[in-house]
């Protein structure tokens, strides 16, 4: 564990395995909510939005799941100027925090059969103090690991998304057994809410293991600033925070579209709900073991911007096809396999992209740069995408609409990373 000793004045050097773990239980638990929210979103829907048109009611439900990241870059800028003022262990603790109070609200809140209008408010407000609290996370986590990382820094930061695989590994098999195991009245009544039980045994835990974690050298030794404003961080790193905002494109719409393939099995391709789980079970076995070898790869042989412009354009050029099988031959094996293929093509740019995200920023201003640039491609590409995809479904009536949502982020992204490419060459020579 990443505990902090002292002897004298001196601090122990944690292990990597001890860092990774402080880092990442916080992860576990600000994913596991938006991944549960996300997957049961027919359900939630039914339970605390409930209209005479169920499209209209699972806009709604969506539409809570991306208003909470309008206020994510909020989060992103609170937390992370926090953390680059007070530590990357203080801005941790702080964020886990918040997400264990939203959750727990979540957790506790009444249907809408129950206390009417009332029901909905307070699910939205849960979702906002969780998009808060997520804004700041993943900037504080990838800049605690990559600055214990030292030089294995793409596979000490790859833990950042290997995780959240895992997280999608548990969610997954809450709902292969919930949906298989209950009745549909059953999982509407009181089902859905036995995964947030498990998420707040987590938060204590987390808390525990963050509050004694170790600071990071490169903060300890980085000149510290009082605060920073985000009109000073965007006049000192206006092209930074573009190409980090730019790279984090397609990564957080090919998640959140994933993410959505449950409620896509389900609505577009009338397939019974295990499906949609089965599949994102498999996807997230993926998404956990290759990102952190795509990590291991950045290190070692292949150089981090290559590897993920490969993969970029691997999107671009595989999104069509993958949709177009699940929806010309609906069943269990087409959507794990297009799942499964999705995420291992995610999982070689999603486990490089929160090292190269923090190469783009100085120590100074790493934990908020990162943040706010992550969290505002969050907020426009990602946390908005099952919402999207369902009103181009909706409005075109093509069920392949997701999938040119897909393609024109991954160019977006390719643009980015060819910048990043030439930035990073010109600071070299």
């Given at each position: 564990?990443?505990?902090?000793?002292?002897?004298?004045?001196?601090?122990?050097?944690?292990?990597?395995?001890?860092?990774?773990?402080?880092?990442?239980?916080?992860?576990?638990?600000?994913?596991?909510?938006?991944?549960?929210?996300?997957?049961?979103?027919?359900?939630?829907?039914e339970v605390f939005f409930p209209a005479n048109n169920p499209t209209v009611s699972l806009l709604a439900t969506f539409g809570t799941f991306g208003l909470a990241y309008v206020v994510r870059p909020l989060g992103a800028v609170v937390v992370g100027t926090y953390t680059d003022r007070a530590g990357r262990k203080a801005?941790?603790?702080?964020?886990?925090?918040?997400?264990?109070?939203?959750?727990?609200?979540?957790?506790?809140?009444?249907?809408?059969?129950?206390?009417?209008?009332?029901?909905?408010?307070?699910?939205?407000?849960?979702?906002?103090?969780?998009?808060?609290?997520?804004?700041?996370?993943?900037?504080?986590?990838?800049?605690?690991?990559?600055?214990?990382?030292?030089?294995?820094?793409?596979?000490?930061?790859?833990?950042?998304?290997?995780?959240?695989?895992?997280?999608?590994?548990?969610?997954?098999?809450?709902?292969?057994?919930?949906?298989?195991?209950?009745?549909?009245?059953?999982?509407?009544?009181?089902?859905?809410?036995?995964?947030?039980?498990?998420?707040?045994?987590?938060?204590?835990?987390?808390?525990?293991?963050?509050?004694?974690?170790?600071?990071?050298?490169?903060?300890?030794?980085?000149?510290?600033?009082?605060?920073?404003?985000?009109?000073?961080?965007?006049?000192?790193?206006?092209?930074?925070?573009?190409?980090?905002?730019?790279?984090?494109?397609?990564?957080?719409?090919?998640?959140?579209?994933?993410?959505?393939?449950p409620t896509y099995g389900v609505k577009t391709l009338n397939l019974p709900a295990y499906t949609g789980f089965a599949a994102t079970l498999v996807g997230g076995i993926i998404l956990a073991v290759v990102s952190v070898i795509a990590g291991h790869w950045s290190d070692k042989t292949v150089p981090r911007t290559r590897?993920?412009?490969?993969?970029?354009?691997?999107?671009?050029?595989?999104?069509?096809?993958?949709?177009?099988?699940?929806?010309?031959?609906?069943?269990?094996?087409?959507?794990?396999?297009?799942?499964?293929?999705?995420?291992?093509?995610?999982?070689?740019?999603?486990?490089?992209?929160?090292?190269?995200?923090?190469?783009?920023?100085?120590?100074?201003?790493?934990?908020?740069?990162?943040?706010?640039?992550?969290?505002?491609?969050?907020?426009?590409?990602?946390?908005?995408?099952?919402?999207?995809?369902?009103?181009?479904?909706?409005?075109?009536?093509?069920?392949?609409?997701?999938?040119?949502?897909?393609?024109?982020?991954?160019?977006?992204?390719?643009?980015?990373?060819?910048?990043?490419?030439?930035?990073?060459?010109?600071?070299?020579?």
């Open positions: 564990m990443a505990i902090e000793t002292t002897m004298g004045s001196a601090l122990a050097r944690p292990r990597l395995l001890g860092v990774i773990i402080a880092a990442t239980i916080g992860n576990v638990l600000e994913w596991f909510d938006f991944l549960v929210y996300g997957f049961f979103a027919v359900t939630i829907a801005g941790l603790t702080l964020s886990i925090g918040l997400m264990l109070i939203g959750t727990t609200l979540m957790l506790i809140t009444p249907g809408y059969a129950t206390i009417g209008v009332a029901a909905p408010i307070l699910i939205t407000l849960a979702r906002l103090l969780q998009g808060f609290s997520v804004g700041g996370e993943f900037g504080s986590a990838v800049a605690f690991l990559v600055e214990h990382g030292g030089k294995r820094r793409g596979f000490s930061a790859s833990w950042q998304w290997a995780t959240t695989g895992i997280v999608s590994i548990i969610v997954s098999l809450f709902g292969l057994v919930l949906t298989t195991q209950l009745s549909h009245q059953q999982l509407v009544d009181w089902g859905w809410r036995i995964p947030y039980v498990f998420g707040l045994l987590v938060g204590p835990a987390g808390l525990y293991i963050r509050s004694r974690m170790t600071e990071t050298p490169e903060f300890l030794e980085s000149e510290k600033v009082p605060r920073v404003p985000i009109g000073d961080l965007l006049r000192r790193h206006p092209v930074a925070i573009l190409l980090a905002l730019g790279a984090s494109i397609v990564s957080n719409s090919s998640y959140y579209l994933l993410l959505y393939v590897l993920m412009l490969i993969t970029a354009w691997l999107f671009l050029l595989t999104a069509y096809p993958a949709f177009w099988l699940m929806d010309a031959y609906p069943s269990l094996a087409s959507a794990m396999f297009a799942v499964g293929f999705l995420n291992l093509i995610k999982a070689g740019y999603s486990g490089v992209l929160p090292s190269v995200l923090c190469e783009q920023f100085p120590v100074e201003t790493r934990a908020v740069g990162v943040a706010f640039a992550f969290s505002v491609s969050v907020t426009i590409f990602g946390g908005f995408a099952p919402f999207i995809a369902t009103w181009l479904i909706a409005r075109t009536g093509d069920p392949l609409s997701p999938a040119y949502y897909l393609m024109v982020t991954a160019a977006l992204s390719i643009v980015a990373l060819i910048a990043i490419n030439r930035r990073t060459a010109r600071a070299k020579g």
